[in-house]
């Protein structure tokens, strides 16, 4: 099932997500259903605050990015990998700071050249639970970073400079009060009672 994807404005968007264990309810559905909503809008990684739970959760699925083209056009190694992250923590971010243009499903239509190092460290549990410590690096990475940073409640655009955060101020307003063409489905601030 697709599920509404909550658009910037949300107080939830901005909170630190809390660990989830076995008993979940329904767990293996939500996380079906994240997939289904972030393919129905071709996103590469999906939070779980961004579809109203503030759970540490979030999947990835980088295969799109997996083209000569966009290897020339980035810089990145490009590597498809589609995977699930439940309670992760960031051990260790090292390597080069690096300039990327990144979007995010709750703030359509804004983009923005966000840094951050390119070589990360991340410990997690998958769907069953099982225990893992991995590396990555590239834009499988940075699409780690991005979701990561929903779990801890911070949004790409908190880390551009006041100067452009002016620049969009009208363009976020609009997607808080669901002025914004969008070709999936969302839930605007506006609309919480
Ligand atoms: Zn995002």
Redesign the pocket.
């Known amino acids: 099932m697709v599920l509404p994807i909550f658009g910037y404005g949300y107080p939830l968007l901005k909170k630190r997500s809390v660990n989830i264990d076995k008993n979940y309810p329904d767990l293996k559905i939500l996380i079906r259903d994240m997939y289904e909503t972030m393919y129905n809008a071709s996103g590469v ?1 999906l ?1 779980a605050p ?1 579809i109203g739970k503030g759970i540490r959760l979030f999947i990835i699925d980088t295969s799109a990015f997996d083209n000569e083209e966009f290897e020339l056009n980035s810089g990145f190694k490009t590597k498809s990998v589609k995977k699930t992250f439940i309670n992760p923590e960031i051990i260790n971010e090292s390597g080069d700071l690096k300039l990327f243009e990144e979007g ?4 359509p239509n804004i983009r923005e050249s966000i840094n951050r190092k390119s070589e990360i460290k991340i410990k997690y549990q998958d769907e069953n639970f099982n225990i893992h410590q991995d590396s990555f690096d590239g834009i499988v990475a940075r699409v780690i970073q ?2 990561y940073d ?1 779990l801890e409640g911070v ?2 655009t908190d880390k551009i400079s006041p100067f452009k955060k002016k620049l969009i101020k009208g363009k976020l307003k609009n997607i808080m009060t669901g002025k914004v063409p969008v070709d999936y489905v969302m839930n605007f601030f506006k609309n919480q009672s």
């Open positions: 990684g939070a961004q995010c499903l709750s703030i991005h979701e929903h949004l790409f």
